[in-house]
């Protein structure tokens, strides 16, 4: 029989684990009679002999984890399974084992690659229980070029527009980020953040429009002690379109505007000849320098024109963000 303890034998000093040998001796004056042998196994739950280690490799090399438990019975089995740091579960890897004492199981891992890094867990099991140990296996590795993403965008600030260049690179560790101009001098950095998951580091820079001149270049440099890499990139303010529809509205001037490049518009300015019903000729022009991107539908009505009754007005106007105009409307 298979127990999981033994209260009905406390008394003999039995001590687990282990196998027994019983036997019913029948004893008479004149005769001693032995049954059978019987034997009787002291169960135990899967016990570690020692457990896997946290390990730290370079990509590119080998690697062995292992761990070891004690014989008991009934039989321990193990096996490895692997979960990385964004999954949801866990697989198995390498080969089961039931080696006898002294049982050991052995994970070999060859040219190991970043996608290798995460949780693995030596499980041992048997007839009445389970039990589990992990270890943390980081794959060290150098930035590369295709690594590191750069943005760059155009934002209104305080009626400033400014441009803010995000650096991105993916390293473990984590790599040191720095953004340089195109006389490779350090830009100081308004913000970074770290993302521990990923190993994934951003570092932001902010720049007054008029500090970036034509065919500026920037230089993102991320480097960690496996090697450095580097990534340019050139700041392009694109000019927005025309203005693409004019008209009235609650007897006033109003203009609207689609694309406005990559730059919020700073200032639209229109140009209009009025037909009086006199037949007399009178043109006006008016600039505006305040629009905020903010204008619902980036429609603009201008407040200090006020059309004229009977009257017909022929119209153009123009966009402009921070380095460009836009060209006439239509």
């Known amino acids: 029989p298979l127990f999981r303890s033994q209260p009905l034998f406390d008394g003999l000093g039995l001590i687990l684990p282990d196998e027994y040998d019983f036997l019913c001796r029948a004893t008479s004056a004149s005769k001693t009679v032995d049954s059978p042998v019987f034997k009787f196994i002291l169960g135990r739950n899967p016990e570690f002999n020692s457990r896997p280690r946290n390990s730290t490799t370079t990509e590119g090399n080998d690697i062995t984890l292992h761990c070891s438990f004690l014989s008991v019975a009934p039989q321990t089995s193990s096996f490895w399974t ?27 891992l060859k ?93 932001t820079v902010r720049l007054d429009v008029d500090e970036v001149n034509a065919n500026s270049s920037y230089l993102c440099m991320a480097s960690n002690f496996l090697g450095m890499a580097e990534s340019n990139v050139t700041p392009v303010v694109v000019p927005p379109d025309p203005p693409h529809k004019i008209f009235e509205m609650s007897g006033r001037l109003c203009w609207e505007w689609g694309f406005d490049g990559n730059a919020p518009i700073i200032s639209s300015s229109v140009s209009c000849t009025a037909l009086l019903p006199t037949g007399c000729s009178n043109t006006f022009d008016r600039h505006h320098l305040t629009i905020k991107p903010q204008c619902a539908q980036k429609v603009y009505c201008e407040k200090e024109v006020e059309l004229l009754p009977s009257a017909n007005y022929s119209c153009r106007a123009r966009a402009k963000n921070k380095l460009f105009e836009s060209e006439e409307s239509q």
């Open 82 to 108: 692997f979960q990385t740091s964004e999954a949801a579960h866990s697989v198995r890897v390498g080969k089961p084992s039931t080696t006898p004492a002294p049982a050991e199981n052995i994970l070999s």
């Open 111 to 203: 040219n190991v690659q970043r996608n290798e890094s995460g949780i693995y867990k030596c499980h041992l099991e048997n007839d009445l229980g389970k039990v589990t140990a992990s270890a943390i296996l980081t794959v060290n590795y150098a930035p590369s070029s295709d690594s590191i993403k750069i943005n760059v965008s155009f934002q209104l600030q305080d009626d400033i527009v400014v441009v803010i260049i995000k650096c991105m690179a993916e390293a473990v560790p984590a790599p040191n980020i720095t953004i340089l101009n195109e006389n490779r001098q350090t830009v100081p950095s308004s913000s970074h953040s770290l993302k521990t998951v990923s190993s994934t580091k951003t570092v």
